[in-house]
């Protein structure tokens, strides 16, 4: 499975995980949305080498981050970037996603 996570992105994570008291950050996608799947994230602690697949970023221990996708949802977040963006309306996180067919206007789902 090709992961990928931009540099921006990984340095807000990084920022959070210190923040939170926590170790990974993890990624699902569940049924829902307006396009027929939507995106999860959320900081954990816990991991299940049983399920899920972690990946790290970051060239030093400073900057290293974990993210952990579940196999269930390594299918739909292969070839996906997790980016970053700050506008004047919201900072965000960003899925770029070459497997999603549609999108809703907050980027929060996608269908395939």
């Not at 950050?25 to 995106?39: A, D, E, P, Q």
């Not at 290293?64 to 996180?93: H, P, Q």
Request: net charge neutral; with cysteine.
């Amino acid at each position: 499975m090709s992961f990928e996570v931009t540099d921006i992105a990984r340095k807000r994570v990084k920022e959070m995980l210190i923040k939170n008291d926590k170790d990974c950050l993890r990624i699902k996608v569940t049924v829902g949305g307006c396009s027929g799947f939507h995106y999860e994230i959320e900081f954990a602690n816990e991991i299940d080498s049983k399920v899920d697949e972690v990946f790290n970023f970051g060239e030093t221990p400073e900057d290293k981050v974990a993210i952990v996708i579940d196999r269930k949802s390594s299918a739909f977040l292969n070839e996906t970037t997790l980016d970053y963006i700050m506008s004047l309306r919201a900072n965000s996180f960003k899925f770029v996603n070459s497997k999603a067919k549609r999108t809703c206007g907050c980027g929060e789902s996608f269908g395939v």
